[in-house]
């Protein structure tokens, strides 16, 4: 990329995971990539940091209750605060801006999302949700504004890079899982697991809803959904292989039998530096695989007994419609509610089941249905967990 102009980003949901992980990508090569937007809910501290560290035009803090700190902070550094969600969206329009990172947490990603599309930008999608609960309608709307969608999550970034100059039908997608903190446990041990338990992931260090996700396998559930809208597949053609070395990130199978794997060492920075210099692939200080050393790799087939949420997310998608949205509200709801200690852990696919059997069925739902099923299926989801 030294012979291309720098790349002018916008990272929604800087101060999470994802988006301190992308600073950290940006901060390595300076010379490519420049900040225009940073984005956050609640971590004012951390926001106006980042601003005071990468000098971006504009920041957006969403809590309106923490606009005058960020505000006056800032206010030396002339860089321009904002709050609230539209605030993004009208953000996002600025022609400087080549690339935006939608690191959002749930199903909060998908409007801002919508509007770096619709302004034809390239989106780096951190943003499962996006695509959970409404991949039928954003895929169509990228390609009518020409926007590329460049998948950061590791497998489907690894998908990604396993289909570059291949021009062989794809057979099959093999998405590959760690199996979470309780690969092993019985459903008693899940029974009584804790908070802590949960959070307690062996393999990567993320954000609390996406590592109870990840012990649930929801987090494998979501990633399949997500895979068969970007790689425009059938669900039947998507089969999640446990994996728990995290060192191959996924597979694809083409059509004359031939398996091709992505293999690194667990590092979010790495597909999210793919997804902001792509096609180009630059260096990178992350600790190499040594082979030697790794020496065994495993892998085995996922328990969808012991791992409901993950066989709740395959009849979402078989069933179709809005019906993978409602699952998705659902289990935002049931994970906040562990997360408070008011349910337990296996109660969270109990409640998303429920969820979907009460929610208002609709085959082919509009942006508004979607945002309606959302409300509808977060409003139940309440309820249920009211009456526990």
């Not at 021009?167 to 794809?170: E, F, Q, V």
């Given at each position: 990329?030294?012979t291309?102009?720098?790349?002018h980003?916008?990272?929604?949901?800087?101060?999470?995971?994802?988006?301190t992980?992308?600073?950290?990508?940006?901060?390595?090569?300076e010379d490519l990539?420049?900040?225009?937007?940073?984005?956050?809910?609640?971590?004012?501290r951390?926001?106006?940091?980042?601003?005071?560290r990468?000098?971006?035009?504009a920041v957006?803090?969403?809590?309106?209750?923490?606009?005058?700190?960020?505000?006056?902070?800032?206010?030396?550094?002339?860089?321009k605060?904002?709050?609230?969600?539209?605030?993004?969206?009208?953000l996002l329009?600025?022609?400087?801006?080549d690339?935006v990172?939608?690191?959002m947490?749930?199903f909060s990603?998908?409007?801002?999302?919508?509007?770096?599309?619709e302004?034809?930008?390239?989106?780096?999608?951190?943003?499962?949700?996006?695509?959970?609960?409404?991949?039928?309608?954003?895929?169509?709307?990228?390609?009518?504004?020409?926007a590329?969608?460049?998948p950061?999550?590791?497998?489907?970034?690894?998908?990604?890079?396993?289909?570059?100059?291949e021009?062989?039908?794809?057979e099959?997608?093999?998405?590959?899982?760690?199996?979470?903190?309780f690969?092993?446990?019985?459903?008693?041990?899940?029974?009584?697991?804790?908070?802590?338990?949960a959070?307690?992931?062996?393999r990567?260090?993320?954000?609390?809803k996406v590592?109870?996700?990840?012990?649930s396998l929801?987090?494998?559930?979501?990633?399949l959904?997500?895979?068969?809208?970007?790689?425009?597949?059938?669900?039947?053609?998507?089969?999640?292989?446990?994996?728990?070395?995290?060192?191959?990130?996924?597979?694809?199978?083409?059509?004359d039998?031939c398996v091709?794997a992505?293999?690194?060492?667990?590092?979010?920075?790495?597909?999210i530096?793919?997804?902001?210099?792509?096609?180009?692939?630059?260096?990178?200080?992350?600790?190499?695989?040594?082979f030697?050393?790794?020496?065994?790799?495993t892998?085995?087939?996922?328990d969808?007994?012991r791992?409901?949420?993950?066989?709740?997310?395959y009849?979402a998608?078989?069933?179709?419609?809005?019906?993978?949205?409602?699952?998705?509200?659902?289990?935002?709801?049931?994970v906040?509610?562990?997360?408070?200690?008011?349910?337990?852990?296996?109660?969270?696919?109990?409640?998303i089941?429920?969820?979907m059997?009460r929610?208002?069925?609709v085959?082919?739902?509009?942006?508004?249905?979607?945002?309606?099923?959302?409300?509808e299926?977060k409003?139940?989801a309440?309820e249920i967990?009211?009456?526990h």
């Open positions: 990329m030294d291309q102009p720098k790349r980003l916008a990272i929604l949901g800087s101060t999470g995971s994802i988006g992980q992308a600073l950290d990508v940006v901060s390595q090569h990539f420049e900040i225009e937007l940073l984005t956050a809910n609640n971590n004012s951390l926001l106006i940091e980042q601003a005071r990468f000098n971006p035009a957006v803090i969403c809590n309106p209750d923490l606009y005058e700190e960020v505000a006056a902070a800032l206010d030396p550094l002339y860089i605060v904002f709050t609230g969600i539209d605030s993004i969206c009208d329009r600025d022609p400087k801006i690339i990172l939608t690191a947490v749930g990603g998908l409007k801002p999302t919508i509007a770096a599309i302004a034809g930008k390239a989106v780096a999608l951190a943003n499962k949700e996006t695509l959970v609960a409404a991949g039928a309608l954003i895929m169509p709307l990228a390609r009518k504004h020409g590329p969608i460049l950061v999550d590791s497998e489907h970034s690894a998908i990604f890079q396993c289909l570059q100059g021009h062989a039908r794809l099959k997608i093999l998405l590959t899982g760690s199996g979470g903190p690969l092993h446990s019985s459903r008693e041990e899940m029974a009584a697991a804790t908070r802590e338990q959070l307690n992931h062996p990567w260090r993320m954000g609390a590592t109870i996700d990840s012990a929801m987090n494998k559930g979501l990633e959904i997500e895979a068969r809208w970007l790689f425009n597949v059938e669900p039947g053609d998507i089969e999640v292989v446990i994996h728990p070395q995290s060192i191959i990130h996924s597979m694809v199978q083409f059509s039998g091709m992505q293999l690194s060492q667990p590092d979010m920075r790495l597909p530096q793919y997804a902001l210099s792509y096609p180009s692939r630059i260096d990178l200080n992350t600790r190499r695989i040594d030697a050393e790794l020496a065994t790799l892998f085995e087939r996922p969808l007994e791992f409901p949420c993950l066989g709740l997310a009849s998608l078989e069933k179709g419609g809005n019906a993978t949205c409602a699952m998705n509200g659902a289990n935002e709801v049931a906040a509610a562990f997360l408070e200690g008011k349910i337990r852990f296996v109660d969270i696919p109990e409640i089941a429920t969820t059997e929610s208002t069925f085959a082919k739902p509009s942006f508004d249905d979607i945002y309606s099923t959302d409300f299926a409003r139940i309440f967990i009211d009456n």
